[in-house]
Antibody, heavy 120, light 106 residues
């Protein structure tokens, strides 16, 4: 069974840093592209960042470029999102989402989400 | 950047109704469009990819159509389990979601 288990969320002050982790199991993690998607409270979905299976290719949404860093450790079956210079508008539930290999560039499995609250 | 606009934002319907949700792209995205369903407190679930292809395990009452800039998601006969929020997503150039359409009980 595919599982994506997140950790690292919580309350952080504006300007602070936080690192999210997503531990994958039930599939060959190193073969899959991965993404972070967020959802502000009561709002819609926003794609945040993408990383290729090897980690070589990375993309970011303009809203987080220069502040967030996506990475992965295929030996540990883990995906990460380092978030720096956090702002109130970064408050959201953050999901890690697996890129489908059957239907490329769609997201076929999602973790349950971790809440990040940026507030003083 | 490609913008995605869904309509309506909210839709009130009854069990058994035929429901249609529209998604428009700010520029042509060919058929690189997906639809997701999200229930409160849950992660989204992929329903449709490449505008009209049904994801494995998704009931056949769901269907998608369109290409270029205009797309639709249709639920042929609304079931109790279908009351949820639906999002379109373009993947022609990076990824962008529509703002969502909430399907609620009439």
């Amino acid at each position: 069974e595919v599982q994506l288990v997140k950790s690292g969320g919580g309350l952080i002050q504006p300007g602070g840093s936080l690192r999210l982790s997503c531990a994958a199991s039930g599939f060959t993690f190193s073969s899959y592209e991965m993404n972070w998607v967020r959802q502000a409270p009561g709002k819609g979905l926003e794609w945040v960042s993408y990383i290729s299976s090897s980690g070589v290719t990375i993309h970011y949404a303009d809203s987080v470029k220069g502040r967030f860093t996506i990475s992965r450790d295929n030996a540990k079956n883990s995906l990460y999102l380092q978030m720096n210079s956090l702002r109130a508008e970064d408050t959201a539930v953050y999901y890690c989402a697996r890129g489908s290999t059957v239907n490329p560039n769609t997201f076929d499995y999602w973790g349950q989400g971790t809440l990040v609250t940026v507030s003083s | 950047d490609i913008q995605m606009t869904q309509s309506p934002s909210t839709l009130s319907a009854s069990v058994g109704d035929r429901v249609t949700i529209t998604c428009r792209a700010s520029q042509s995205i060919s058929s690189w469009l997906a639809w997701y369903q999200q229930k409160p407190g849950k992660a989204p679930k992929l329903l449709i990819y490449k505008a009209s292809s049904l994801e494995s395990g998704v009931p056949s009452r769901f269907s998608g159509s369109g290409s270029g800039t205009e797309f639709t998601l249709t639920i042929s006969s609304l079931q109790p389990d279908d009351f949820a929020t639906y999002y379109c997503q373009q993947y022609n150039s990076l990824w962008t979601f529509g703002q969502g359409t909430k399907v609620e009980i009439k």
